[in-house]
């Protein structure tokens, strides 16, 4: 029998500046992007209060958690929000794949 192969880590690509970071499924894009440096946290830290962290997934959208009513709730404060806008701070991997962000505007 053959099983299938599962990968428990997601590669995350990051643009502006360009960097791939390869991480563990369960962490946020945040703290993926903090381990590299390309995206820091917004003034919450962390917390979906600022939307600080607004970013645009534009591969992958599948390996991540839904939005919350929250977190969409809290992107209706933040400039130029689109269909592939995130918070970094809630969006959590949840699964192994090719995740390409780019990082939003703040206004
Ligand atoms: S860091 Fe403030 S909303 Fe994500």
Same mark, same amino acid.
């Given at each position: 029998?053959?099983?299938?192969?599962? %990968?428990?880590? *997601?590669?995350?690509?990051?643009? =502006?500046?360009?960097?791939?970071?390869?991480?563990?499924?369960?962490?946020t894009l945040l703290? *993926?992007?903090? %381990?590299? !440096?390309?995206?820091?946290?917004?003034?919450? !830290?962390?917390?979906?209060?600022? !939307? +600080?962290?607004?970013v645009?997934v534009?591969? !992958?959208?599948?390996?991540l958690s839904?939005a919350?009513?929250?977190e969409?709730?809290?992107? =209706?404060?933040?400039?130029?929000?689109?269909? %592939? %806008?995130r918070l970094a701070c809630q969006a959590r991997i949840?699964? +192994? +794949?090719?995740?390409?962000?780019?990082? +939003?505007?703040?206004?």
């Amino acid at each position: 029998m053959t099983m299938a192969r599962v %990968s428990l880590r *997601a590669r995350v690509t990051f643009r =502006d500046p360009a960097v791939e970071v390869e991480v563990p499924i369960g962490i946020t894009l945040l703290e *993926a992007a903090m %381990s590299t !440096g390309a995206v820091t946290a917004g003034t919450c !830290g962390g917390i979906c209060a600022c !939307g +600080g962290c607004h970013v645009r997934v534009e591969e !992958g959208a599948q390996y991540l958690s839904t939005a919350t009513e929250r977190e969409e709730d809290q992107l =209706d404060r933040v400039f130029d929000v689109r269909q %592939s %806008s995130r918070l970094a701070c809630q969006a959590r991997i949840i699964a +192994g +794949g090719d995740i390409i962000v780019r990082k +939003g505007d703040i206004g």
